[in-house]
């Protein structure tokens, strides 16, 4: 059985899951690439403890800014976030002894040829490790897409969907290319619980779609609130004991340098 958490909650329990299953060890020197809300970098301090050190990296000022008081408001010693370009670190080579990065792998890769940035191997140390995890499905996200591609047909689906797929065998792929080994793969499922129908409209609108919700709104306002509506109604079908319940996993992968 699946294990059950609360809203977007559920990014903090994939997050730990990323740590849990990686080969960290006390005093292990790691790099969280794409950090976010620190998902998965508030746990991975606690594993490496007081002698390791977790360097986190974030392109978004606000993640940075929130964590940072984060690390400060819990007494974290050995932890630091900064605003930086995954594709542009500015650190020496071999600086890491292992990396991390939850749900960044799309951005991590060569939009072409799908090839691992090069500078994940870089700043990597010699038997290095690599941990990502990528969503395999968020059901929430999946079925609130089919209602926003029928009223907002003009916007491409690619605009329109929030998380990137990567099969196991793509991403098992993308790594031996880039010269790992020892591949581990594992996927990690949950429930997603919100608690009532306007708690997951405000998730909706943190998964990035915002902008979409404001562009219906100024098309046809009276229009909006019907597919309001009618959203509330169906959500119906998706209330069961806690709340209102939807499947998320995600695909966990590891590599050795």
Same mark, same amino acid.
């Given at each position: /059985? ?7 909650? *559920? ?6 899951? &990323? *740590? ?8 292990? @020197?790691?790099?969280? *690439? ?10 991975? %301090? ?20 929130? *964590? ?17 370009? %995954? ?9 890491? $002894? ?39 499905? /968020?059901?929430?996200?999946?079925? /609130? ?15 329109l969907s929030v ?11 993308? &790594? ?10 594992h996927t990690i ?7 009532? @129908? ?21 098309? $046809? ?6 597919? @309001? ?29």
């Amino acid at each position: /059985m699946s294990e059950k958490h609360s809203g977007l909650s *559920v990014s903090r329990y994939f997050g730990k899951r &990323l *740590v849990e299953l990686a080969d960290l060890r006390e005093g292990d @020197k790691v790099l969280d *690439v794409g950090f976010g809300r620190g998902a998965s970098l508030f746990p991975a %301090a606690q594993r490496v403890g007081s002698q390791g050190q977790v360097t986190g990296i974030e392109i978004d000022e606000t993640d940075v800014e929130v *964590v940072r008081a984060r690390i400060a408001e819990q007494g974290v010693t050995n932890a630091s976030v900064h605003k930086m370009d %995954a594709w542009h670190m500015t650190f020496r080579d071999a600086s890491f $002894d292992f990396i991390l990065g939850g749900n960044v792998i799309g951005y991590l890769l060569e939009e072409d040829t799908n090839q691992l940035c090069p500078e994940i191997a870089r700043v990597l140390r010699p038997d290095g490790g690599v941990g990502f995890s990528t969503w395999k499905v /968020m059901e929430d996200l999946d079925w /609130m897409l089919e209602y926003l591609k029928t009223e907002l047909p003009e916007v491409p689906e690619s605009q329109l969907s929030v998380y990137s797929r990567y099969s196991l065998e793509d991403l098992t792929t993308t &790594l031996l290319a880039a010269g790992f080994h020892q591949i581990r793969k594992h996927t990690i499922t949950a429930e997603c619980v919100y608690p009532d @129908k306007e708690t997951w409209w405000e998730g909706m609108q943190l998964r990035t779609w915002k902008p979409f919700y404001a562009n219906l709104a100024a098309k $046809d306002s009276e229009r909006f609130v019907e597919f @309001k509506e009618t959203i509330y109604q169906e959500l119906e079908s998706r209330i069961h004991g806690e709340g209102i319940q939807f499947l998320t996993s995600a695909i966990l992968i590891y590599g050795k340098k």
